[in-house]
């Protein structure tokens, strides 16, 4: 496969967008090389600027869950652009896109959109602490979500658990209210608890981790949080912007039986246009503005075109809630075939499935934590990705992110993805 046009097309973008990219995932840092440009979807299918074709697990992380150009969700789009892109006022498809997530999660009887995952997050974390009267809140290291400042923290020195930026640019002062605790392992969140001097507003996690690779949490641990938040006052988080309407129609609440009281989401309920939510009981979200005193807005918020292809997108999975079987057989199917490649390679590989999403580590042990993620041979990966690459698999370019399945990924090319893999890791294992 040529990569020449892509190769002077990152050229370019570098002179004038930061290391070429819009989101720094994209940059392949982490595998090396250079991303290819895409220059349309199909189906199951990427085209880049070469003419090189990929069957995409990426599905733009995560949101294109009928994979690229679902006839419903463009036709749906291309009605909405004719009447107008955006007009700053309600319109009823935002109620009927609101009435189809409330009806399907238990734990939420209002919600609100906004623009990104990041958007939806740092709104309900303002909203947990407005309610609660409380500044502290606990996240999980390896948990991803979105980049606002007091999110973006990382282990401070020694055995404290406040958090310390991970990134310039965030003022210390902003994520010392931000207490870190480790993924699946309840004495860590205890400790949060213990440590905050005046009381945690909530805790927030991705219920099924996509961002540190695929690392499910465990019922009991769920549980265990739901129980330390009750005692505690403080609110219980899931972030399902990756895992809503992925690991099932209902996201993790689908198999889990944890109820949340807030929830956020994002990606799948836009359909591919820029949507985010977040949703809670109506006692919670009445504490929003207008309703209530805590601020939170947007102007271009529940915006009719993305709502449309939210509203696309949502309404076909809850007509067809058979598809999730479907593709949590087709993201098993995948894995096995991996597990299989890997042992006749003799590579050590572990994997994970929830529904339509899919994650693997070249690991000899599970993964149950973000620590145990890094043991993974990240060198292996980036050499197993580049060989899938010029195999036309397009798989995310990074150890830490999850893969997706979309209803356009037959059988027959899971099956030619296997294949790959297998003349993949052979190469590996003999170089
Ligand atoms: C993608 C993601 C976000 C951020 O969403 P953006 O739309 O990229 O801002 C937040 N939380 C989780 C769990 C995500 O996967």
Redesign the pocket.
């Known amino acids: 496969m040529g990569y020449e046009k892509s190769i002077k097309a990152f050229e370019e973008a570098y002179r004038v967008i930061p290391g070429g990219v819009d989101?720094p995932v994209r940059a392949f840092s982490s595998v090396g090389g250079t991303p290819p440009f895409i220059e349309r979807g199909e189906s199951a299918y990427l085209y880049d600027i070469d003419g090189n074709r990929y069957i995409d697990y990426v599905q733009s992380?995560?949101p294109l869950i009928f994979g690229h150009c679902d006839s419903d969700i463009e036709s749906a789009v291309m009605a909405a652009v004719k009447r107008g892109l955006s007009f700053g006022a309600p319109t009823t498809v935002e109620t009927e896109l609101a009435e189809e997530i409330v009806s399907l999660f238990d734990a939420i009887d209002k919600i609100r959109f906004v623009?990104?995952?990041?958007?939806?997050?740092m709104s309900a974390l303002r909203l947990a602490r407005g309610y609660t009267g409380r500044d502290d809140i606990v996240k999980f290291t390896g948990?991803?979500?979105?980049?606002s400042d007091s999110l973006l923290v990382q282990a401070g020195s020694g055995a404290v658990t406040f958090g310390s930026p991970s990134s310039p640019g965030v003022p210390a002062d902003l994520t010392k209210h931000t207490l870190l605790a480790q993924y699946n392992n309840i004495e860590s969140v205890e400790k949060c608890f213990a440590e905050s001097e005046k009381g945690v507003a909530c805790v927030i996690i991705?219920p099924i981790?996509?961002?540190m690779g695929l690392v499910p949490a465990d019922e009991a641990f769920l549980e265990a949080l739901r129980v330390l938040c009750d005692r505690n006052g403080a609110l219980l988080i899931f972030?399902?912007?990756?895992?809503g309407f992925r690991a099932s129609l209902t996201g993790a609440q689908g198999i889990s039986s944890v109820k949340p009281d807030m929830v956020?989401m994002?990606?799948v309920i836009g359909g591919g246009m820029?949507?985010?939510a977040f949703g809670a009981r109506a006692e919670i979200m009445a504490h929003l503005s207008p309703e209530g005193p805590v601020y939170q807005a947007g102007t271009l918020s529940g915006n009719p075109v993305a709502m449309a292809a939210g509203l696309a997108s949502v309404s076909k999975l809850k007509r067809n809630p058979a598809i999730y079987a479907t593709l949590g057989d087709r993201a098993e199917k995948l894995m096995r075939g991996f597990e299989s490649a890997a042992e006749d390679a003799g590579i050590p590989l572990v994997t994970n499935v929830r529904g339509s999403m899919f994650g693997f580590f070249f690991s000899d042990k599970p993964v149950k934590n973000f620590e145990e993620a890094l043991e993974n041979d990240s060198e292996m990966f980036a050499r197993f990705h580049k060989g899938m690459l010029d195999h036309g698999i397009y798989l995310a370019c990074s150890a830490y992110e999850?893969g997706f399945i979309s209803t356009e990924i037959s059988d027959a090319l899971i099956d030619e993805t296997i294949e790959a893999a297998r003349s993949v890791m052979k190469a590996i294992a003999a170089a």
Do not use: Q, R
């Open positions: 989101s992380w995560g623009s990104s995952g990041t958007e939806a997050v948990c991803y979500h979105g980049h991705e981790a996509g961002n972030d399902e912007v990756m895992s956020t994002g990606k820029p949507v985010g999850t």
